[in-house]
């Protein structure tokens, strides 16, 4: 129930940093309840998967990344980019998650931790449990080939 709160808790302030007042109608539309469960799309790459939901004016993303998987490994030949592209506002669930950002900053991510990560970076499992991480901001176009 904790983390089902925080993460509300995350929801509600991610929508609240990402439109004025003036474009939002995220709180004058009618309710809604979504689940994971049956996500509105699911994206799969090498020891990893996205799900999405798109909710109000919101699309919230659940990433499941299995020990051994490394953005630059799994996702940059999809995208073929030099590093991740997608800024993150996420809560991490469980495993651990290691990210460097392009500047050198370096960061462990743990369960129960939040992180905000402007784009350009790579990042990696730590140890031998999958990251589970649900993220606020940078999955709408989060592992998506490019057309050549």
């Given at each position: 129930m904790k983390?089902?709160?925080?993460?509300?808790?995350?929801?509600?302030?991610?929508?609240l940093?990402?439109?004025t007042e003036?474009?939002?109608?995220?709180?004058?539309g009618k309710?809604?309840?979504k689940d994971?469960?049956?996500?509105?799309?699911?994206?799969?790459?090498?020891?990893?998967?996205?799900e999405l939901i798109k909710i109000g004016n919101a699309t919230i993303?659940?990433?499941t990344f299995q020990p051994g998987w490394k953005w630059s490994e799994s996702v940059q030949p999809l995208v073929k980019t030099k590093s991740c592209e997608a800024p993150h506002f996420q809560y991490h669930v469980s495993g651990v998650l290691m990210v460097k950002m392009d500047d050198g900053t370096v960061l462990e991510c743990k369960p129960g931790q939040v992180s905000l990560l402007p784009m350009g970076h790579d990042a990696w499992v730590v140890g031998d449990e999958p990251a589970v991480?649900?993220?606020?901001?940078?999955?709408i176009d989060y592992a998506k080939g490019k057309k050549n």
């Amino acid at each position: 129930m904790k983390t089902f709160i925080i993460v509300a808790a995350l929801a509600v302030t991610a929508a609240l940093m990402s439109h004025t007042e003036v474009e939002n109608n995220f709180y004058k539309g009618k309710a809604e309840l979504k689940d994971f469960a049956q996500p509105d799309e699911v994206r799969e790459f090498p020891k990893g998967k996205v799900e999405l939901i798109k909710i109000g004016n919101a699309t919230i993303g659940r990433a499941t990344f299995q020990p051994g998987w490394k953005w630059s490994e799994s996702v940059q030949p999809l995208v073929k980019t030099k590093s991740c592209e997608a800024p993150h506002f996420q809560y991490h669930v469980s495993g651990v998650l290691m990210v460097k950002m392009d500047d050198g900053t370096v960061l462990e991510c743990k369960p129960g931790q939040v992180s905000l990560l402007p784009m350009g970076h790579d990042a990696w499992v730590v140890g031998d449990e999958p990251a589970v991480v649900v993220d606020f901001q940078g999955m709408i176009d989060y592992a998506k080939g490019k057309k050549n």
